[in-house]
């Protein structure tokens, strides 16, 4: 069969769209993702201690609460900077609830061990059980 090559009409409407620059576009949303993504994850710099073992597949939990403490011994919750006091009363809170949320307990390399055991204490006193102290692996 073969092709006829008439010149076009000038007012007729093109029946084919291109989606050539939608692919494109796309293509960099999901490259912009991708880096963004982890970027988002962890705000409030932390040096954390280093596991020579290799890393264990988590449960998948639905719900979960950030602890962290930076090098100068200052409380975050989540990424809002908290006292000690507040930091108590706010897991006090957290354990009325059903169904109370894993303690992600974030400590500094360089911290005294004493900063990490007060914050577990308070975890531990309001009998909430889920709590996981993160690491990095080597």
């Known amino acids: 069969m073969a092709r006829s090559f008439h010149k076009r009409e000038r007012m007729t409407a ?10 494109d576009m796309a ?6 993702f991708m880096i963004t993504t982890p970027l ?3 705000s ?10 290799t890393r264990t597949p988590a449960a ?7 602890i962290s403490i930076d090098k100068d011994g200052i409380y975050y ?12 009363n706010r897991i ?4 009325q609830q059903n169904g109370p949320p894993v303690v992600h307990l974030r400590g500094d390399f360089s911290l005294q061990y004493q900063k990490i ?4 204490d308070l975890v531990k006193q309001s009998n909430l059980t889920k709590i996981s102290l993160d690491t990095r692996v080597k």
């Open 14 to 23: 093109l029946s084919e769209i291109n989606v050539t620059p939608m692919i």
């Open 60 to 66: 998948p939990e639905s719900k979960f609460q950030t």
């Open 117 to 120: 055991i007060e914050v577990m």
């Open 44 to 53: 409030i710099q932390v040096d954390l201690p280093i596991e020579s073992a």
């Open 77 to 88: 919750w989540s990424q809002e900077q908290v006292t000690l006091e507040e930091l108590e």
């Open 40 to 42: 988002l994850e962890q």
């Open 27 to 32: 293509f960099a949303l999901l490259i912009i």
């Open 92 to 95: 006090k809170l957290m354990a």
